[in-house]
């Protein structure tokens, strides 16, 4: 079945320092969403890509989907305090109808230092 | 204001007891979701329905039991048959379903001692 990797699992910076979460996964996606969960909440939907190569932008956040659609990445510039929390990708499989599934990533949990 | 919510927040059972976690939407969505969360993984699918009278399992259903009688209601059961039933519970919704922002409830943590 489908899965999806995400690395690293966990990623302690300065304030200030820049940060990068991977995922990677196991078949061709049709798109991919990324969720932000802090400490002690729920995740909160971010962003999600859909094109082949796609770059999106939120102020420090830069979001890319891999040419072949099976990876992403979340970078952020400049670290701050209030980027604390769990980073997770969640992609959706290229075939499938109503049914094709969200597959979680297992989530990298980001610690900045002031 | 449209969201949803889970209740109640923090729940304490003995083994062997069944349990029900309540999941209420006002966003008119069709699609409800289950996940599990335990420390340090991600979301994993429990339950979900595309549309009232209707769920299917997802990838952990073993050991819970759903209902989907309203379109903005989708309770959890957790089941004495469930072994490790401890965890971090989030219900989610999709406007349809698999399309576009998953939204979450607040979560409800379940401690079995």
């Known amino acids: 079945g489908q899965q999806v990797m995400q690395i690293p699992q966990y990623q302690h910076v300065q304030e200030g320092e820049d940060f990068t979460t991977y995922c990677n996964s196991s078949?061709?996606?049709?798109?991919i969403q990324w969720y932000k969960q802090r400490p002690g909440g729920h995740p909160v939907f971010l962003i999600q890509?859909?094109?082949?190569?796609e770059v999106k932008k939120q102020k420090r956040l830069t979001f890319q989907f891999g040419e072949a659609k099976k990876n992403s990445s979340l970078h952020i510039t400049a670290t701050q305090t209030t980027d604390v929390g769990t980073y997770f990708c969640a992609g959706q499989g290229l075939y499938g109808g109503a049914t094709n599934k969200l597959i979680f990533g297992t989530g990298t949990l980001l610690a900045v230092q002031p | 204001d449209g969201g949803i919510t889970q209740s109640p927040k923090y729940l304490f059972r003995k083994e062997g007891q069944n349990v029900t976690l309540s999941c209420e939407q006002n966003?008119?969505?069709?699609?409800m979701y289950w996940y599990r969360q335990d420390p340090g993984q991600g979301l994993r699918l429990i339950y979900y329905?595309?549309?009232?009278?209707?769920?299917q399992k997802g990838d952990i259903a073993e050991g819970y039991s759903v209902s989907r009688e309203k379109k903005e209601s989708f309770p959890l059961t957790v089941t004495s048959a469930q072994k490790n039933p401890t965890a971090f519970y989030l219900c989610?919704?999709?406007?349809?379903?698999?399309?576009?922002?998953?939204?979450f409830g607040e979560g409800s943590r379940l401690t079995v001692l």
């Open positions: 890509l859909v094109k082949s190569g």
């Open positions: 966003l008119n969505h069709d699609a």
């Open positions: 078949t061709t996606l049709s798109n």
């Open positions: 329905s595309q549309i009232v009278n209707d769920f």
């Open positions: 989610a919704s999709h406007r349809a379903a698999n399309t576009g922002e998953l939204f």
